[in-house]
């Protein structure tokens, strides 16, 4: 509402639509029901295709037909994307499928519905929910906990650290290669994709912390959005691990209707890249978001033909030494090739900045703005993270000098060290 006022009818129209759709859903049987929830779908999906791609499929389809002599013209609107689109169109479609599914009560509470559509920590980047996580919550008394108001406090300030110590530090080495590309040595385009693989996640996951943080202070809990992703074995963990929410909601309402792995080998294979085409369409209305995401389905393509062919070497593999730390080495080096189709500004530049990292050689030497101690430390940042997120899952909060100490530690850290900048959050653009 800040950027467009009017924009909070697209929040009140689909909230108003959803609502009557689960009631209706319930009551009525056989091809009705499936009708309803058409419309439910339809509407949430067109306000999506209308605010977030309307412009790509503008583009695209003006080109595709130019191509065989025609003249398309599509009308000139002055669109703005709302902030948190995508999150929550998809935990809105989660609530009408559920309730069509039966898993699910409609609910009658016209209040509840929107709160549970708008439930402010986690609207604007998730978690996405699931109406069974959340609607029974907003009925439930809940009592002052000092215990469970420390440890929210704790992890939203931890979120903090990783955003604004963390991740707008590296943000500066990932902006400063990618946003020149086309000047930058091999070494250089390889340090900043490693520093984006870690910004992206400090960025995002310290979003997460915040708002599952903030939500327990209020007595809500959310679902987790994050474990560790970065220590995965194979890309099918690694996405067991990552943006949990969306990895989920794909799984659940659009492999698993499609058949999963219940079908035929090559229709498993057609399956897992239409999810994850899809999930990359999701991030953005550009075709490197796609093949991001093509590049994942082709990850666990790939991995599954792997392990069928060397099945019989598994245990022998198993025992050679490091064999852990030798595959989470791989998945980050695959998921970091990925990465460097997100994070480019465009597909052209993808290919360049993989190009130099393959051609890079011995006597090149960082280009960055960065001094050395800078490099140095933001390193360091990235290795007490990793050891952290090994060795540490919760921050201590019990003993109230300890919840304390850290607190005012991390505030201070945040306060001395942050980079502060008018850099918002990667995952608000989307």
């Keep these: 509402m800040v950027f467009k006022p009017i924009y909070i009818l697209i929040l009140f129209t689909t909230i108003i639509i ?22 439910s ?33 599509f009308p000139s609107f002055l669109i703005l994307l709302p902030i948190g689109l995508s999150f929550h169109t998809f935990q809105a479609m989660s609530y009408t499928i559920e309730v069509y ?33 959340m609607l029974h919550q907003f009925y439930e ?48 385009v390889l340090f900043s994709t490693v520093a984006f693989s870690f910004q992206i996640y400090c960025d995002f996951s310290g979003y997460s912390d915040i708002a599952l943080g903030c939500a327990q202070i209020l007595g809500f809990k959310l679902m987790e959005n994050f474990n560790a992703p970065y220590f995965a074995e194979s890309i099918s963990e690694f996405w067991s691990r990552w943006h949990i929410s ?37 991030h953005g209305a550009n075709w490197k978001y796609m093949v991001w995401g093509g590049l994942h389905g082709f990850y666990l393509i790939f991995a599954n033909i792997k392990n069928k062919a060397l099945r019989k070497l598994r245990k022998t593999i198993m025992r050679v030494p490091f064999y852990t730390l030798i595959n989470q080495l791989i998945v980050f080096v695959l998921v970091a090739v990925a990465w460097i189709f997100f994070r480019a500004n465009s597909f052209h530049d993808s290919l360049v900045a993989i190009l130099k990292i393959i051609s890079l050689n011995g006597r090149q030497k960082l280009q960055l703005s960065f001094n050395s101690f800078e490099i140095m430390f933001s390193v360091l940042l990235v290795l007490l993270l990793l050891v952290k997120e090994k060795y540490v899952k919760q921050i201590p909060t019990n003993d109230n000098i300890v919840f304390f100490t850290l607190f005012s530690m991390l505030g201070l850290l945040c306060y001395l060290f942050g980079y502060f900048s008018d850099a918002g959050f990667i995952y608000f653009q989307f």
């Design 101 to 133: 599914r039966g898993n699910q009560k409609p609910e009658t509470n016209f209040g509840i519905y929107a709160l549970y559509v708008m439930f402010y920590p986690q609207l604007v980047a998730g978690p996405i929910e699931r109406p069974q996580n």
């Design 18 to 39: 959803d609502f009557i759709a689960g009631i209706l859903i319930a009551r009525c049987t056989g091809h009705r029901r499936r009708l309803l929830l058409l419309a």
């Design 141 to 188: 008394k809940h009592h002052f906990e000092f215990e469970r108001i420390k440890a929210g406090l704790m992890r939203m300030t931890f979120g903090f650290f990783k955003k604004v110590v963390i991740a707008d530090r590296l943000a500066v080495i990932a902006n400063d290669s990618f946003n020149d590309i086309s000047n930058h040595n091999g070494l250089t």
């Design 41 to 73: 779908i339809v509407t949430n999906v067109g306000v999506l295709a209308i605010f977030k791609y309307y412009y790509f499929l503008d583009s695209n389809i003006t080109r595709l037909f130019s191509l065989f002599g025609y003249t398309l013209h």
């Design 246 to 282: 969306l990895s989920t909601w794909f799984r659940d309402y659009v492999y698993i209707p499609l058949g999963g792995n219940r079908v035929k080998e090559y229709r498993w294979y057609f399956n897992l890249m239409v999810v994850f085409i899809l999930s990359g369409f999701w």
